[in-house]
């Protein structure tokens, strides 16, 4: 249709349709109109949402575990001292185990041990220390002599403070004691007792014990000796008796006063000679020959067989000239464990059976001299205290050993007629052994010097 007739207004008619034509379009084209510019102006992305934080709780600290305390706690002692559990000794330490788990909850695993050679203390513990911490003991009763391998080869410490502290006080301590508990001035053993090496008879024999060698020889009564006791004790005891000393070589190795020791072969030849010393031939004899049917009538033993036997005498092991002076095996506390949680335990144990009023009858079970003056249950403590500030302390183990298989040697050749004493000194030099390659080291660092092999037989 010609666009002149589309918008003609002439005829009023048509007009009109043209009209509702016109205005028909113009809608449609405002509507898509709007439609573009809707497209147009539209946004690319849809509008941020409005962000509602979500409320957080403060975080909750966490607790820290309280550490379990120990359930037990493992004490070892020496299996000498307490030969059955039916001693008193052995039953009233039980009876400290359990007053102890009554008042700590603690449970006290006691453990008998040997002391020395296969099966001995330092024998099981060192291997079970390194494989399996879990079973070797918090604390241990110990013979003093074991104190430097312990330190050496168990890494010992030294004793707690509160242990240590009672040490400080001299006057309270037989000085063969104190020193027994010390390694190069370092406090690492509580000493409790000792005992001595003594002449013991039956009270029912008259003859009274010889004061000095010359009195020895002239005695109605023979005296057994432990001649082949692997150990030598009572060997290291005569030569003491005679002026012997226990001095180093430059390499750290004992060294021998040959003139004292061959005087007391000397002494004990000619006694056997006159009959008034018996040389015990039995080769796993010690001196815990005593008791018994079979026990000789007197001899040369250790004191706390004669303690144990009231039907049995002590008097000190005479010298040259006089008594001789006493030689001390130290029985001693120890604390192994450094365990935070186990050590104050193990302090608590030792405080525990160190107290006088229940230390000093359990000394008089065991037979043991003590090592505090005052703790002493004999009649005659004058004379024992006189007796006990003499004293001295056996060497230590890394002499202790050479000393007594040395001796040893030495002696039973003499006593057995091999050997004069004369002859036997080069003997004894060459069993002491040349120096070490490294020296002892007291203090628990580097490595320890080899410790000679330790004689099988019966513990003394």
Known sequence: ?????????????????????????????????GWILAGCLAPTHPPPQSFTPTPTHPLQPTATPTPTPPQDLRVWVPAPLFPSEQRAAWTSLQGQARAFEATTGARVDLRRRGVYGPGGMLTVLVPARLAATATTPDVLLVPHDLLEALVTKAALPPLPEPLALRLRHRADWYPYARRAGHLVGVPYGLPIGGETVVLAWPQTS?????????????????????ARDPYGWAYMAFYRAAGGTWHDRAGGRPTLDAEPWQRALEFLVQAQWQGTLVPEARAQTSFAMLPGPAAPPAQVTWSRYANLNPDWSWAPLPGPEDEAVPLARVYVW?????????????IRWVEQVTRADWLAPWLGQLGLWPAQPGLSTSASTAGLDA??????????????????????????????GRLTPLEAIPLTEQALGPPPEVEPQ???????????????????
């Open 1 to 33: 249709m010609p666009l002149v007739r589309f918008f003609s207004f002439g005829d009023r008619t048509n007009n009109k349709a043209g009209e509702r034509r016109l205005l028909a379009w113009a809608g449609l084209l405002l509507m898509l109109g």
């Open 206 to 226: 008259d003859a009274p014990p010889p004061a000095t060698w010359a009195e020895w020889l002239r005695s109605p009564v023979p005296w057994s000796f432990p």
């Open 334 to 346: 120890v604390v192994l464990t450094t365990d935070p949680q186990r050590r104050p335990l193990a």
């Open 387 to 416: 007796y006990l500030s003499r004293a001295e302390a056996f060497p230590r183990m890394d002499h202790l050993f050479p000393w007594g298989h040395a001796l040893s040697l030495a002696g039973q050749e003499v006593l057995e």
């Open 442 to 460: 007291p203090e628990g660092t580097g490595t320890p010097s080899p410790a000679p092999p330790a004689p099988r037989g019966n513990e003394p």
